[in-house]
């Protein structure tokens, strides 16, 4: 095994691990930068695209499928983490187990108008692994939407440049163990990603941290042809 792909296990490892330790920090408003900014960012920048159909790609225990339903958007989830689909299940919604690698063939019968990621890409194979199924996901005319962290203020004292850095739950509680290594990209490198793709950014939305009024995390918005 490559030390890409170890990497790339580990981080699957961690979700199944801290699956429900996330789920009950997620619906507990316990994750500050989630209930102060980066929650309602995603959903203003979704529902803005004024999508009839929407996929949530990594979509975790499902609280954005939810929040995008009671909008009156016919939103639907997946996820690679058995755990997770099953608590976003049980809260209610349409939700499938489909890892990254899986999207390309998934045999979904409907196509969307918006894809979406939010902090769900993290590795470097499988993120180009989704970038690869969503133009067969989303109908023409589509969008694909992305938040993440912002590269300027993510990458902390390390080189300012493309690789893999060491995961922490900093900030999070003690129940989170083993933290997922993650594959850090440059903001030129996220752009060349969505180029590689043959998708047109369209917008960048920058949201900031209310007290510092540094960026907490960028979303990037392409059309999908």
Known sequence: MSGDEARERAIADSWRANAGAWTRAVRSGGIASRRQVTDRAIIDVVVD????????????????????????????GVDFTEALIGSARRAGGRFDVVSYAELGSWPAKDRFDTAVCNFSLIGERSTR?????????????????????????????????????????QGFSDEFTDPAPWYFRTLESWRRLFDDHAMALTATHEPPDPDTGKPVSIIFVAATG
């Open 49 to 76: 695209t004024n999508p009839a159909t929407v996929l949530d790609i990594g979509c975790g225990e499902g609280w954005l499928v939810r929040a995008l339903a009671d909008r009156g958007i016919a939103a639907r």
């Open 129 to 169: 692994d989704v970038f690869r199924a969503v133009r067969r996901l989303v109908d023409a005319g589509g969008c694909f939407i992305v938040q993440t962290l912002h590269p300027v203020t993510a990458c902390g004292d390390a080189p300012y440049e493309d690789g893999w850095h060491a995961g922490s739950w």
